[in-house]
């Protein structure tokens, strides 16, 4: 049986934090350190939409200042971006559009119009200070974007906003896709990866 293969990378941006990295642990599984990204880092897990199996290849770029000017490099070739922003924090979601422009002039999309972004507010579980209508305006200012809410100590929304990027991804350009035995699996999905990445 052939299935589509479908290979995402998706770039999770923010401040530092917001809680980035917790979500990315929670959706694979993982337990958090609870220490900073420093540089970069990325993994991937593969998603069943469809007909269709999306490796998504989640880079997860630090959010200090510091070390923004190097997860740039990091942008081009993304099919997707995450934003994120913690709801008890203002700052975090004033820092948006900082975020997005950053993103849109360095990743270089062929229509940043139409460029696919996901917005997550996490940290439902502390006292937010960003109402949800807040951030579904925002999300209608820019494109009509996805919104959800996650809380990323107890998985809350986290499957779905990691799920969305996937299904964006596969509805997307038939040229990202490529039929492939399902018994090959892996090797050849590794080097297309390599491929989507530089």
């Not at 589509?4 to 929670?26: A, E």
């Not at 299904?167 to 080097?191: H, Q």
Request: with cysteine; proline share 3%.
């Amino acid at each position: 049986m052939v299935e589509k293969k479908i290979l995402s990378k998706v770039v999770m941006l923010g401040d530092m934090g917001v809680g980035k990295t917790t979500l990315l642990n929670k959706f694979l599984g993982e337990k958090s350190s609870g220490k900073a990204t420093v540089g970069q880092d990325f993994r991937k897990k593969d998603l069943k939409i469809g007909n269709a199996m999306v490796t998504l290849q989640v880079w997860d770029p630090a959010g200090q200042e510091k070390f923004q000017a190097l997860g740039f490099a990091f942008y081009r070739g993304s099919n997707a971006c995450l934003l994120a922003f913690d709801v008890s924090n203002k700052a975090s979601f004033d820092k948006l559009d900082e975020w997005k422009k950053n993103f849109l002039e360095h990743a270089s999309p062929a229509e940043p119009s139409k460029f696919p972004f996901i917005l997550v507010g996490n940290k439902t579980d502390l006292a937010r200070v960003v109402s949800e209508k807040d951030a579904r305006d925002w999300c209608a200012k820019n494109g009509g974007c996805a919104y959800f809410e996650t809380c990323a100590t107890t998985g809350d929304g986290v499957e779905q906003a990691f799920g969305k990027c996937a299904e964006l991804t596969a509805k997307s350009d038939e040229s990202d896709a490529f039929g492939m035995p399902t018994s090959l699996g892996g090797a050849t999905g590794a080097m297309k990866l390599d491929q989507a990445s530089s």
